[in-house]
């Protein structure tokens, strides 16, 4: 059985995954799509663990960790994309071109 902030956790997650597939015309966007769906598995994580008798939370502790590390790399993108190409759109950024 389920608790209603696993229930709500997960619903987040759904959010912000439909969020990042139908709105990623901007990198801004996309990355705040990403970082919510980041913490909404944190979140799940840490209290499935702490609901269950695991008394370690190195797992949780660890998707906040990569998720911050996630978050500093795109926010060096959107600063690199935006000094060099001027704009900060997903759809005028080509990976090819130099």
């Known amino acids: 059985l389920t608790s ?3 229930l709500l956790f997960t619903l987040s997650f759904i959010i912000f995954t439909i969020g990042f597939t139908f709105r990623h015309t901007h990198l ?3 990355l705040l799509c990403l970082e919510g769906m980041m913490l909404s598995v944190f979140l799940l994580m840490a209290t499935w663990s702490l609901n269950s008798n695991i008394s370690s939370l190195i797992l949780p502790l660890t998707v906040l960790t990569l998720s911050a590390c996630e978050a500093g ?3 060096a993108l959107l600063i ?3 000094r060099t190409h001027n704009t900060a759109n997903l759809k005028n950024l080509n990976l090819l071109q130099c």
């Open 80 to 82: 690199a994309s935006a």
């Open 28 to 30: 801004l966007s996309a």
């Open 73 to 75: 790399i795109g926010l």
């Open 4 to 6: 209603p902030t696993n």
